[in-house]
């Protein structure tokens, strides 16, 4: 038994993807609006975010988990216009930003009401849908999973993207050195304004004896890895003696020929993740730690939101095309509606 808002429609715009393949697959369906499940919310949705895992979807490449939605969509902000059994009332009007399980490239949307995120003050709908995934992805590796603290040193693949900026600020805002590895000046400039200690062109520079040299031949303590495959024996060198190696994508391919040896004489941890499948409760807890830190780090003015571009549901294969292009400089977001800032809506 669920409760709603008045007057909610019976059927929504949503994207569809007609079969694994390019933008061509992309299509706008028309779908029941759903109905919350005990301990979810339905969202109205006033912006998405468009993320690599969407891509790899439509791809045929990341099936969801066997109980998620099977649409396209992993975060989105709205606001809150039906609640599942076991939800309060209370919740029905709250603006929120929220890591779903599928389907958020939609007009409405369920999520689990524990991973729903206060909007921090003074963002709009478009600004927050670009924060859920991509900083909770940054804070379950580098600081659940690597334990990162002040005064270490960080090496960021893919600098520029949602997650790289994450990455940049978070580190920034706690202490930490940054260096990432970026396709281009533009986005190394881009990264070096943020927060990045030292940008280095992959198709260029030595990026390897780069960082060495940049830390004076000792390495970093932590890689956070999104292209894997030849990067592995690269971030291996990288890598302090006892140092952490964290694959979260797979850009470069799903496999590599390491060298063995000097894992095991370095005593590196090589380790991997990734947030789509873990529980419930994982994702609650996160959500909570997430949002705490969201919160303050606006409220400080020390992070910020940085959507590169918007496009309407219509045009979601446009916005796939950026994405995949690799020309992308931090995130791209659906707006569903028009939107006003978060001190407007107050």
Known sequence: MSTAAPQLPVSMRAVGVKAPGGVDQLELIELPVPSPMPGEVLIQVKAAGVNRPDVLQRLGLYPPPADANPNLGLEVSGVVVAVGQGVPESHLGEPVMALCNGGGYAEYACVPARQCMQIPKGLSFTEAASLPEVYMTVWQNLFLKG???????????????????????????????????????????????????????????????????????????????????????????????????????????????????????KQVVLTGTTLRPRSAEFKADLARQVERELIEGFSAQVLKSLVQATFTLADVAKAHQLMESGNALGKIVLNIENQEKESERA
């Open 147 to 265: 334990a990162a603290r002040a005064g270490q040193t960080v090496l960021i693949h893919g600098g520029s993207s949602g997650i790289g900026t994450a990455a940049i600020q978070l580190c920034k805002k706690h202490g930490l050195r940054t260096f990432v590895t970026v396709g281009s000046q533009e986005k190394a400039d881009f990264c070096t304004a943020l927060g990045a200690e030292r940008a280095y062109l992959y198709k260029t520079q030595d990026w390897e004896q780069q960082v060495l040299q940049d830390t004076q031949q000792q390495g970093v303590d932590l890689i956070l890895d999104m292209v894997a495959g030849d990067y592995l024996n690269k971030d291996l060198n990288c890598a302090k003696p006892q140092g952490m190696v964290i694959v979260i994508a797979l850009l470069g391919g799903r496999f590599a020929n390491i060298d063995a040896a000097k894992l095991m004489t």
